[in-house]
T-cell receptor, first 113, second 112 residues
Framework: AQSVSQHNHHVILSEAASLELGCNYSYGGTVNLFWYVQYPGQHLQLLLKYFSGDPLVKGIKGFEAEFIKSKFSFNLRKPSVQWSDTAEYFCAVRIYNTDKLIFGTGTRLQVFP | DADVTQTPRNRITKTGKRIMLECSQTKGHDRMYWYRQDPGLGLRLIYYSFDVKDINKGEISDGYSVSRQAQAKFSLSLESAIPNQTALYFC???????????FGPGTRLTVT
């Protein structure tokens, strides 16, 4: 069965540190890829998405992600985190031509001032 | 100005009770989904519906049922609630033009 792995379960950083959250999926065909963010007490919001084209995609709030097809990865990055980035981050994959998203287990990010 | 709303936002109920969670959307999307979120497990799909007459089971449908009363409304029922159904429940929508999903604010359900 297809799956999405987020190996970092809990990440703690100081403000201005760089961030990279890993996401790997298990499917050899065409996929659409997403990162969602859930701020404390709030619903999931779309951070960025990849459908095709340039494998480096930019999202909101200075986040970006790179799709590396050969590694089945879609890692999320931010050069300099802020306290307001404290949230839970979910990677999700849609198998092409299906209509369901498969979510990873999430990474909880805590940023300290 | 919320496009996807869920009621109630919080609910405490007892084992064996029937409970309904409701989701409404003003986005005009055809597709609606119910997920549950548990710590360390991410989001898991319970049921999804592509239109009023099309309802499908997700990966964890046992113990749940749904009703798509209209394009804009999708309800999730727990016929006889049990403690391991304590979770955060999210409704989501999407349309035919793009696979990204838009989430409601969630319902925190506690079964005692």
């Amino acid at each position: 069965a297809q799956s999405v792995s987020q190996h970092n379960h809990h990440v703690i950083l100081s403000e201005a540190a760089s961030l990279e959250l890993g996401c790997n999926y298990s499917y050899g065909g065409t996929v659409n890829l997403f990162w969602y963010v859930q701020y404390p007490g709030q619903h999931l919001q779309l951070l960025l998405k990849y459908f095709s084209g340039d494998p480096l995609v930019k999202g909101i709030k200075g986040f970006e992600a790179e799709f590396i097809k050969s590694k089945f990865s879609f890692n999320l990055r931010k050069p300099s985190v802020q306290w307001s980035d404290t949230a839970e981050y979910f990677c999700a994959v849609r198998i092409y031509n299906t209509d369901k998203l498969i979510f990873g287990t999430g990474t909880r990010l805590q940023v300290f001032p | 100005d919320a496009d996807v709303t869920q009621t109630p936002r919080n609910r405490i109920t007892k084992t064996g009770k029937r409970i309904m969670l409701e989701c409404s959307q003003t986005k005009g999307h055809d597709r609606m989904y119910w997920y549950r979120q548990d710590p360390g497990l991410g989001l898991r799909l319970i049921y999804y519906s592509f239109d009023v007459k099309d309802i499908n089971k997700g990966e964890i449908s046992d113990g749940y049922s749904v009703s798509r009363q209209a394009q804009a409304k999708f309800s999730l029922s727990l016929e006889s609630a049990i403690p391991n159904q304590t979770a955060l429940y999210f409704c989501a929508t999407s349309d035919l033009t793009g696979p990204e999903q838009y989430f409601g604010p969630g319902t925190r359900l506690t079964v005692t």
